[in-house]
């Protein structure tokens, strides 16, 4: 209400959860004494009032998760005591003032998720008299620093970051800033506990010092343009023999999504002390130039040292080798394709054995090899396994794991059936809302469609470049998968051939049957070639089987071919022979035999084209 403004001694204001609409009073800058302001978690709109710059003693300003739009006003750089500024998630547009930026006794500084533009600039004083409750650069005080989700540009470090010693949390992502990391942070920032600097253009290498940070659980440098090898680099080397010998305790780090190369940082796990929780390391350029490809150009496999993290409940490891910095790039009829390098080996089976890894992702590594069996003591409930050359069936302990949410075993050459997917319990009958659900396309599967799968609600994509086998019938096809509708089962298509052909045969075979044994009339006609003579489509007929020529009956002159009954009647008996007797006890037979003992549909269907055409 406007009276507010009428409170000229109120030093405390508490708007915040209560659901409100409109928008600040402009006569709120009259409360000369406010020192603690909430206004957030309501549905505030229009822009802040510049007055309350006036309010030079106030040490709180929380306005977060409202919908205020416009600039931040300059004038807000008069409060020369505010310790937290707090207006995270608006719709806030235009550059950040410098004096705002540089408060001196600023602790909590959250400008997140906002549209604002511009550099994050600082008004440095370089004076010889500064001092640290008086200088306007950032401030020495600072302990939370978010700028994160805004259209940010500039360099970073930011001016004088190394001062801010007490500086536990410095969240810059999702914005354009470019630069490198400076060396003084592993140095200076004693207290840092998180590092967020993912989705910018971040570049360099990581700095030595970054191996010195004694707090640090959470180091986040994905989606950067960041670059050189990890050897050393986050874990120290206080011997001096080239070999680590200890870990800065870090329970995240995400380091996907840049240019980093050379070998797999393994030290991070094998000196881990029980605390790291979540590596993700996927679209790098990792080669191992000591393997015994050298410097070719392969991947390599992946170490058991990864299982010695005891406590890691998620991997990310995909694409290892796939970074943009050293994928090889073509450019066709407008589309790009892209190719990296295959690494070698397989996945260790120490990581399907873990009791603590919840979620292991592994794709697109191009890894060879068979699937190890999933330990019962396994805590894994997402595995995604896609873009390999994994072979060999699928274990019968991943596909009657219970857990799984979500499994995607795509885009690899696994062959077999999938009869014990689908049980009680499984992920077939435990989708969830979040749930990704059961990927198997583009293997070489085959066999019967388990019944549990055609009305699951779980997401399904596993006909797409597979064979099953489901006759005639489409409706058990699974209904949730994306190709059902084009979906053609098995040797369909040639099975439908083959049927006809074996159905004109059996139509020969009866003709047959009947000049054998027919010696007279047959429905009112003196011979069988009177009844043939007299129909046009048994004449097309026999003229395609025995290429035209003249055939005289009792009833004249015929364009037929000139054969004599013996002639058909041999003919036929022959055809009948090589279907009774070669066509279809092969089909029958090889069938059921190739079913069991060839499961990829390569091996399967390759004699039924062979006796197709035959």
């Not at 004038?75 to 310790?83: R, V």
């Not at 794709?363 to 190890?372: D, K």
């Not at 050459?413 to 009958?429: A, E, L, P, V």
């Amino acid at each position: 209400p406007l009276y507010i403004g009428t409170l000229t001694q109120l030093t405390y204001l508490d708007l915040g959860y209560n659901n409100m609409v409109g928008s600040l009073p402009t006569n709120l800058g009259e409360l000369t004494h406010l020192v603690i302001m909430y206004a957030d978690s309501n549905r505030y709109t229009g822009t802040l009032p510049s007055s309350l710059g006036q309010c030079t003693k106030l040490k709180l300003f929380q306005v977060a998760y409202n919908d205020y739009s416009g600039p931040l006003p300059s004038a807000y750089g008069s409060w020369m005591e505010l310790y937290v500024f707090n207006i995270n998630t608006n719709i806030l547009t235009g550059s950040v003032p410098v004096m705002l930026n540089s408060l001196p006794a600023m602790r909590l500084y959250d400008i997140s998720d906002n549209l604002l533009t511009g550099s994050v600039d600082f008004d440095v004083d370089t004076s010889s008299t500064a001092s640290a409750s008086t200088s306007t650069e950032f401030s020495g005080y600072m302990l939370y620093f978010y700028v994160d989700s805004n259209h940010l540009t500039g360099v970073f470090p930011f001016p004088a970051l190394c001062n801010s010693h007490n500086l536990t949390i410095l969240n810059i992502r999702n914005n354009m800033l470019s630069g490198t990391l400076p060396s003084c942070m592993g140095t200076s920032l004693t207290q840092l506990l998180v590092l967020n600097i993912n989705s910018n253009r971040i570049s360099g290498s990581i700095p030595d010092t970054f191996s010195q940070f004694p707090a640090m659980h959470t180091l986040i440098l994905s989606s950067n343009l960041m670059a050189g090898t990890l050897h050393n680099k986050l874990t120290s080397n206080s011997g001096g023999s080239g070999t680590p010998s200890s870990a800065t305790p870090y329970i995240t780090i995400d380091i996907s999504d840049n240019g980093f190369s050379g070998s797999f940082p393994y030290e991070l796990f094998t000196l881990d002390t029980g605390s790291l929780v979540t590596f993700v390391g996927s679209k790098n350029c990792f080669i191992d130039t000591n393997s015994r490809y050298g410097d070719s150009g392969y991947g390599y496999a992946l170490s058991d040292s990864l299982c010695d993290a005891t406590s890691l409940e998620t991997l990310a490891l995909s694409g290892l080798t796939a970074g943009l910095q050293c994928t090889n790039t073509l450019s066709l009829f407008g589309l790009e394709i892209y190719s990296a390098s295959a690494m070698s080996g397989s996945i260790p089976s120490c990581l399907l054995a873990m009791t603590s890894l919840m979620q292991l992702f592994v794709s697109g590594n191009g890894i060879r090899g068979s699937l190890a069996d999933l330990s019962s003591d396994s805590a894994l409930v997402n595995l995604s396994l896609s873009h390999n050359r994994l072979t060999s069936t699928i274990p019968l302990s991943v596909q009657t794991c219970t857990r799984f949410e979500s499994l995607d075993l795509s885009y690899n050459r696994f062959k077999g059936t999938i009869d014990h997917m689908g049980g009680g319990g499984s992920i077939i009958n435990n989708a969830s809302t979040n749930a990704t659900g059961l990927m198997l396309n583009s293997n070489h599967l085959t066999g019967v469609i388990p019944h549990s799968f055609i009305d699951t609600p779980a997401v399904l994509n596993i006909l797409n470049g597979n064979m099953y086998s489901c006759g005639l019938f489409s409706h058990i096809l699974p209904s949730t998968d994306p190709h059902r509708d084009d979906y053609i089962c098995g040797s369909y298509e040639l099975d439908i051939f083959v049927y006809t052909w074996m159905w004109l045969l059996g139509c020969c075979v009866c003709i047959g049957v009947v000049c054998i044994v027919n010696k007279g009339s047959v429905l009112g006609y003196s011979t069988l070639w009177d009844k043939i003579a007299s129909n046009k489509l048994l004449k097309l007929s026999v003229q395609y089987l025995f290429w035209k020529s003249n055939f005289t009956t009792g009833h004249g002159q015929v364009n037929f071919m000139a054969v004599s009954l013996a002639q058909y009647r041999k003919s036929c008996v022959y055809l009948l022979s090589v279907v009774l007797l070669w066509f279809l006890p092969q089909y029958t037979v090889l069938k059921r035999i190739y079913n069991r003992m060839y499961t990829s549909h390569t091996y399967q269907y390759g004699w039924l084209g062979s006796l197709g055409f035959m």
